[in-house]
């Protein structure tokens, strides 16, 4: 006579299988969870900030320069036009060896 | 004996609340003190901590604006005669500055605009601040700043300069140390010059570098001034400066003024006054009249030069050609003053023409003229002495100022019929006395009686200067009046060429050219009266070139005089003679064939 037979495990694990267990649990952050990820959000956003603040003024840094350089070029320009004024000018012609050089002009052009 | 150590033991539990409670009280009190501080800070002085708090983060600066330049003429281009340029102002602190490196330096580098005496400097107690050179130029304040040595500053200042020199300085004018424009152009356009400063307010750092963040910051830019361009030649200015020069140092003159414009368009294009003295070190200059531009500023008698109006007037209302003759007898008595002729030679006693009585620059002539506009050849009459008023105040504007772009004075013309002596007031205004006029004026109407009878408004400013381009000068409050009949014009012409024959004989006057001019010795009024001893003389000549048989090109003035001295007409003439004779050869002004 065939005899069959569940064994006490498995008879232990089909119960287990076909046991529909909910288990409810209370998931909430712990206070300290908070304080750290409330810092850590300022503290981001805080740098996000700095960094913002930091580039707009480093563009202004850099405006600075280049008007210094503006100021210092227009500067080397002016010194430039007045020594282009001095070295034209009729004091300096008349005062040059060049022109002590020169013969006085006897004949003269008419302009139509 | 049984001791009671029982008070010794401290009971903590009593004491501790009450500490608390101490500290608690101390802590509340220190509250309150700075709630209350806050609410004095925050409420009650708020404004003036905000103040406090922008001065330290705000800069706050104003965008100087760049005087503009001005500029002369030269063969049809513009040439620079008053620029900027920045120089620097090197200031020390003795007790912090190395002695020893900023004398290195300064003598190495900048040894020509030291001003103060180092030892002195350093040897002063207590100084702590120096300025120890002016003026130094940009390149070289940057070599003493590259020594790096401590506490010395460099103060940027913007010079005038004028690189000419001394020239044309009555007529330029001088920019003083607040950067206003003081005297000539620079005085009279300093507006125009100046420009409009900008404004910059930005929040800043601790180094006042303007940053873009804040809510306020402003930044209204800065509008240079106009570069004026003037209708001055360079050259020729240069030339009648050095020949006025010249006649100044071989004569008893210690002044010379001279003026030449186009009779045609009111166009100055040379004016000078004589001694100059350097723009750029004004305070130096020892007399402040040396400032002044005589041409436009100081009103004087021109003397018979008037004559050539007073002539005109009557020309031009029928009443007088230049074949006109009257008795002249060497004087007139007008008034009970008796009016000499300066010249008294025989020959022009009698009947003589009016050509003559202009030759000969004689006051008889004049006041008949005079006696001829009021309709009575024998006496001054109402009539007479208000046509003459008409003409010279209303139609040569003679006494008013003439709208040129200078400082100017008005001068004056007597009224004709308020007055004492009103018969000779008006005498001796036919010859140029008892009235003050300038040469502008004066040069102005005379252009008006030679270039075909039309009063024009000088003008001395041709315009601006942008991009290398000169943008003309619209047109503003410019007269053009007709005030004689080409008729007149053409007889006044022929008698004022008539006046310098004799020059063209003696070969002055190039032949091909018509040149006519008129004279003028002007007495000087001491104690309110003329001086009759002839001790101090204003000599004037005015006069006009041109191709022979065309309308003159250029009216010419020159005045001659000196404090105390005897100057007369014949100087300014031979400084004339030279002018008008440079300035054919100058401008290449063609003869006639």
């Known amino acids: 006579m065939h005899q069959t037979y569940t064994t006490r495990r498995e008879a232990s694990n089909s119960f287990a299988r076909n046991r529909n267990t909910v288990r409810h649990t209370k998931k909430s952050l712990g206070s300290i969870s908070q304080i750290v990820i409330v810092s850590m959000l300022t503290l981001v956003f805080g740098l996000i900030y700095v960094a913002e603040g930091t580039k707009a003024t480093s563009f202004d840094y850099e405006i600075s320069n280049v008007e210094s350089e503006i100021t210092e070029m227009n500067a080397k320009k002016d010194d430039l036009a007045v020594e282009k004024a001095r070295l034209n000018s009729v004091a300096a012609a008349k005062n040059s060896t060049v022109a002590a050089a020169m013969e006085d002009a006897t004949v003269t052009g008419y302009a139509d | ?593």
């Open chain 2, 1 to 593: 004996m049984r001791t009671n150590y029982q008070h010794l033991v401290a009971n903590p539990v009593a004491s501790m609340p009450r500490r608390i409670k101490i500290l608690k009280n101390v802590v509340l009190i220190a509250l309150t003190i700075i709630a209350v501080r806050l609410f004095f800070i925050q409420i009650i002085e708020h404004d003036a901590w905000v103040a406090k708090a922008d001065e330290q983060h705000t800069l706050l600066e104003t965008i100087v604006a760049k005087r503009g330049e001005i500029y002369m003429m030269d063969q049809g281009e513009p040439v620079a005669v008053a620029l900027n340029h920045t120089t620097y102002q090197i200031i020390i602190d003795p007790a912090v500055t190395d002695k020893d490196g900023i004398k290195h330096a300064l003598e190495t580098y900048a040894k020509d605009y030291i001003t103060a005496n180092l030892d002195e400097v350093y040897n002063s107690e207590g100084l702590r601040y120096s300025i120890v050179a002016k003026n130094v130029p940009r390149d070289t304040a940057n070599k003493i700043a590259e020594e790096n040595l401590s506490a010395v500053w460099f103060q940027k200042n913007n010079q005038r300069v004028y690189p000419e020199g001394e020239m044309a300085s009555g007529l330029l004018g001088f920019v003083n140390a607040d950067g206003l424009g003081q005297y000539g152009v620079e005085g009279s356009l300093n507006n125009l010059l100046s420009g409009k400063d900008g404004l910059l307010k930005a929040t800043a750092d601790v180094n006042k570098v303007a940053l873009s963040i804040g809510n306020d910051n402003v930044r209204i830019p800065a509008e240079d001034g106009k570069n004026v361009v003037l209708s001055v030649d360079r050259g020729l200015e240069k030339g009648i400066e050095d020949l006025a020069m010249d006649a100044i140092n071989s004569t008893r003159a210690t002044n010379a003024a001279a003026l030449i414009m186009d009779p045609n368009t009111g166009e100055v294009i040379a004016m000078a006054n004589l001694p100059n003295y350097d723009p750029a070190n004004y305070g130096a200059v020892k007399d402040a009249s040396a400032y002044i531009n005589n041409v436009t500023e100081v009103p004087y008698e021109p003397a018979s030069i008037c004559k050539s109006f007073a002539f005109s007037a009557a020309i031009n209302e029928g009443v007088m050609t230049a074949e006109t003759t009257y008795f002249n007898q060497g004087y007139e008595i007008v008034d009970g003053w008796k009016i000499q002729n300066a010249e008294q030679r025989s020959s022009i006693y009698g009947t003589i023409d009016m050509r003559t009585a202009l030759y000969w620059s004689l006051n008889t002539g004049s006041i008949y003229a005079l006696k001829l506009l009021g309709g009575n050849p024998s006496a001054i009459t109402q009539q007479g002495r208000e046509k003459l008023y008409d003409y010279y105040y209303n139609k040569f504007r003679l006494g008013q100022a003439t709208n040129i772009e200078l400082i100017e004075a008005e001068g004056y013309i007597p009224d004709p019929n308020e007055g004492w002596g009103r018969d000779s007031v008006y005498a001796n205004m036919t010859f140029g006395q008892n009235l003050g006029i300038t040469m502008i004026q004066t040069a102005t109407a005379f252009s008006a009686v030679i270039n075909g009878g039309t009063y024009r408004t000088p003008t001395i400013v041709k315009g601006t200067l942008e991009n290398s381009e000169i943008i003309e000068k619209e047109p503003e409050n410019i007269i053009e009046d007709k005030i004689l009949s080409d008729d007149t014009s053409a007889a006044m012409r022929e008698m004022l060429i008539h006046n310098r024959n004799y020059k063209v004989r003696g070969g002055i006057d190039k032949p091909g050219y018509a040149i006519g001019g008129k004279s003028g010795t002007a007495q000087v009024v001491r104690d309110g009266a003329y001086d009759d001893t002839y001790a101090e003389l204003v000599g004037s000549y005015i006069g006009f070139i041109g191709p022979e048989g065309e309308l003159p090109k250029y009216v010419i003035m020159v005045k001659m005089w000196g404090e105390g001295q005897s100057i007369d007409s014949g100087e300014a003439m031979n400084l004339f003679d030279k002018i008008s004779n440079y300035t054919i050869n100058y401008l290449k002004i063609k003869p006639k064939v």
